[in-house]
């Protein structure tokens, strides 16, 4: 269904009450839009919100165009809504306390220096992960390829593969679907039964690996992030060069990366 064939269904009034005329009005209307999208659930389709906020079908239709363009919503392919990037980068910032970013830049840059090697931090934004911090191995001979506000996929990443496996199944096969699991490199998992068992494996040791699934001579390792609340939010990475570190040598960081991450979950 395309979104404006959504909106010729019904357009129930607005009801009274939702504050003051002119802007204050419109700030409202923007704010229970966006409380909406991020409530809970796979997924929040136009009737879901217009039920949810109580608005009009073509108010909530004109806000989430408004929020499309700006990155604070995004509609996914099966026509559902969800949480863009700039709001879940938003709500990273507004989580954190005065001091918590410095914080936690801190104890990345600690484990770094522990393992001597590339460290990212990275929020789910829909069907991709989002690097929201990256402490560079300027030591190594060859540097990453990777930036701040870079998107990678899920199902070929560490990061994005220890958040897959912290989904429900039901989650895992939509997102499958609406990406069809596109190849990377000759190592990447395209199938759904291997994408779920690699991710039965990754609950069952803790971490997740990327063994040139996503770039060749790039191998990874990665663990789940979760905020206060137990949602997760993302996930914390170890990038190696494949040919200069061993899988065994990355897997023996284990340890200290897991021991990184829950030090980082007590700051958001």
């Known amino acids: 269904m395309t979104m404006a064939s959504e909106i010729e269904a019904t357009n129930a009034p607005e009801p009274e009450g939702l504050g003051t005329p002119g802007k204050d009005n419109a700030a409202q209307k923007l704010l229970r839009v966006l409380e909406a999208v991020s409530n809970p659930g796979d997924a929040h389709r136009l009737s879901d919100l217009v039920k949810e906020t109580g608005l009009a079908k073509t108010s909530v239709f004109r806000l989430l165009s408004e929020l ?6 995004t509609r996914r392919s099966d026509g559902s809504y969800a949480p ?7 709500a990273l910032k507004l989580t954190a306390g005065p001091n918590d970013s410095d914080l936690v830049g801190a104890r990345l840059r600690r484990l770094q220096a522990d393992v ?8 789910r934004t829909g069907d991709f992960a989002t690097y929201v911090e990256k402490i560079e191995d300027t030591a190594q001979p060859i540097q990453i390829a990777s930036r701040v506000g870079g998107q990678i996929p899920l199902h070929s990443t560490a990061i994005g593969k220890a ?10 096969r939509s997102y499958a679907s609406r990406t069809g699991l596109g190849t990377r490199t000759e190592y990447t998992i395209t199938s759904v039964a291997d994408l ?3 991710g039965a494996l990754v609950r069952n040791r803790g971490f997740s690996i990327d063994d040139q699934e996503n770039e060749e001579h790039i191998r990874c390792m990665a663990v789940p992030v979760f905020d206060a609340q137990q949602h997760l939010i993302g996930g914390i990475g ?10 065994e040598k990355l897997e023996s960081y284990a340890p200290l990366l897991m021991t990184a991450a829950r030090d980082v979950m007590t700051l958001l």
Do not use: K, N
């Open 163 to 172: 958040i897959l496996a912290h989904l429900t199944e039901s989650e895992v």
């Open 68 to 73: 499309i363009d700006s990155g604070y919503v």
């Open 116 to 123: 001597h090697s590339t460290i990212h931090f990275a929020l």
């Open 238 to 247: 170890i990038t190696t060069i494949a040919p200069l570190v061993p899988r």
């Open 84 to 90: 863009g990037r700039s709001l879940r980068l938003l």
């Open 196 to 198: 779920l068992a690699d």
